[in-house]
């Protein structure tokens, strides 16, 4: 399998922050990692094992991606709407320096599809929700889509509403909702297994389809049951399960 990595600062001047590549060609995936992950957990952890078959037949090409979370959303020490204001510098290293990246590398416009699991999947989420022109399709495991669930303190404002799918997608109308329900798909998977209701994902990834439904969006739901957790086992198994339909 062809692999490479590169080191990518944003244009801004800010952070930079690690892609590690896995394929030749095929539909890129972006992939978020867990909370505090590293471009190269997907790797370590089995998930470009589980579909290393549509890698080598050109399918996808995956462009697996550092977290900022150490000074964004897991910076405890931070109220919350300053945790999110953080996340802003996340948001312009992805589509200023990475986009641009993937662009380069595949030579062609391509759609670029996100995914991530846990924290991961928040992001793949809320980034095609953000930048559907970019991000048209987000496949979501496991994810808790409302940070003011997660370890936070704080007064909320502006930062974190945009930040917040369950926020800003049930206060969504006019001619922008129009637009994703013609361009915009999402999948949801979860486990009803160990650590998925400790972890808020089962609850809120079943909050998150009915918001979806309740708008027009496009979007799949899928729950496996009470023997899935909220582990690498359990997403080797989902993401092989599912993203050969989207490639």
């Known amino acids: 399998m062809r692999h490479y990595s590169v080191e990518l600062g944003s244009p801004s001047g800010g952070a930079s922050g690690t892609v590690a590549v896995y394929g030749h060609w095929g539909r890129p995936v972006l992939v978020f990692p867990t ?3 590293r471009a190269w957990e ?3 952890n089995g998930m470009v094992a589980a579909v290393e078959d549509l890698i080598e037949a050109g399918r996808i090409k995956l462009y697996c991606v550092d977290s900022f979370d150490a000074a964004t959303w897991s910076a405890d020490y931070l109220p919350l709407e300053e945790r999110a204001r953080r996340h ?3 948001e312009s ?3 200023d320096a990475v986009v641009p990246h993937i662009r380069a590398d595949t030579g062609t416009a391509a759609e670029i599809m996100t995914t991530g699991c846990s924290l991961g999947a928040f992001h793949a989420l809320n980034f095609a929700f953000k930048r559907a022109d970019l991000f048209p399709l987000a496949l979501c495991f496991s994810g808790n889509y409302e940070p003011a669930a997660w370890r936070s303190w704080g007064e909320r404002g502006d930062a974190v509403y945009f930040n917040s799918p369950t926020d ?3 206060n969504m109308d006019g001619d922008h909702l129009e ?3 013609s361009r915009l798909s999402v ?3 979860c486990g009803q297994g160990q650590w998925e209701d400790t972890t808020g994902a089962l609850e809120s990834t079943r909050r998150m389809s009915q918001l979806l439904a309740a708008k027009g969006l496009r979007h ?3 729950l496996w049951g009470p023997d899935v957790p909220h582990d690498w086992p359990s997403w080797r198994a989902q993401l092989a399960h599912h993203l050969p339909r989207f490639c």
């Open 35 to 37: 909370e505090l992950g």
């Open 42 to 44: 997907f790797a370590d």
């Open 168 to 170: 800003y997608i049930a």
């Open 93 to 95: 290293w992805i589509n």
């Open 88 to 90: 802003a510098s996340y």
């Open 179 to 181: 637009w994703l329900r």
């Open 187 to 189: 999948l949801l998977v």
């Open 220 to 222: 799949d739901l899928d």
